[in-house]
Each structure stands twice: as structure tokens, then as C-alpha cells.
């Protein structure tokens, strides 16, 4: 069995990584985020995936919306894209990840730094962990 079989999504994973790739060999260190989701999305769909930008996602608490955020990218309706240009990747910056996949139907993230070198992080969240009331709420979102 090949080792990318294994994961979840690694068939779209593996080809976003290369798309951040190319985009962090073409542009380096140094830009806005904005300018690297414009690079990344045309990137991505050079390799024929479908991209959502700034999709919002309500979170609910109790029943009740209690803000939303805005996923940086949405790949495949699969996979969210969280992008940085920091310095390096942090604790806080993996929270905020999984509590985005927390708050959809989606259970696999990537994590991607545009810093002064390339990181990048892959997370996953199964569905039957999360809390059902709230996926069924942002499923009925478009």
C-alpha cells in the first residue's frame, strides 16, 4: 500500500503542497497573505482543483451563531487552507486550524507558512468527533 493511501484527502493534499511550492519557490518571503492566496489559488487550479476563496463559516455555540470566520481557501470542498506569513508556524496557528475543521464538515486541513522558509502542517478532525448540531447548521450554508 502506498503511504499517501493512508491519509485522508492525500491525493488533493499532496498537490496543494506542491502548488504552495511552486508559489514559495516563484514569490520567496516577504508578501502579504493576500498576495500568496491570489498566487496559491492560481496555482491550484493549474492542477485542476476547485477553489473557494474567503468562505464564511458560521460557529455556533449552545444553538446560537456566535460569530463566523473566513477560511483563507477551500480546496475540493475537502480541504481547508489556513495560510500564514509569519515568522514560523505556532501553537495558536494549529488551534485556529482545527477549530475551523471543528466548526465544518470538512476533516482535513493544511496549514501553510509563507515565512522565511516553508512550513507547513497537515491536521485532521474526524466528524464523528465533532458536534453534529453545528456541522448540520453550516452544511445548509452556500
Known amino acids: 500500500m502506498d503511504l499517501n493511501e493512508k491519509y485522508l484527502h492525500s491525493n488533493i493534499t499532496s498537490t496543494i503542497i506542491k502548488a504552495y511550492y511552486n508559489v514559495y519557490n516563484k514569490l520567496g518571503y516577504g508578501f ?13 487550479k493549474k492542477f ?3 477553489c ?12 446560537e451563531c456566535v460569530g463566523e470566520y473566513y477560511a483563507d481557501i477551500i480546496v475540493n470542498d475537502s480541504v481547508i487552507i489556513e495560510l500564514k506569513a509569519a515568522e514560523c508556524l505556532l501553537e495558536e496557528h494549529e488551534a485556529q486550524l482545527i477549530n475551523y475543521l471543528r466548526a465544518t464538515n470538512i476533516e482535513v ?10 512550513e507547513f502542517k ?8 465533532k ?6 447548521k453550516n452544511q445548509n450554508l452556500s
Open 32 to 44: 502579504l497573505e493576500k498576495v500568496y492566496e491570489r498566487a496559491l489559488i492560481l496555482e491550484l
Open 48 to 50: 485542476g482543483l476547485i
Open 52 to 63: 473557494e476563496k474567503q468562505k464564511a463559516i458560521k460557529v455556533f455555540y449552545d444553538g
Open 109 to 118: 486541513g493544511l496549514l501553510l507558512n509563507f515565512g522565511k522558509e516553508a
Open 122 to 129: 497537515r491536521k485532521a478532525f474526524n466528524n464523528q468527533f
Open 131 to 136: 458536534n453534529h448540531k453545528t456541522l448540520e
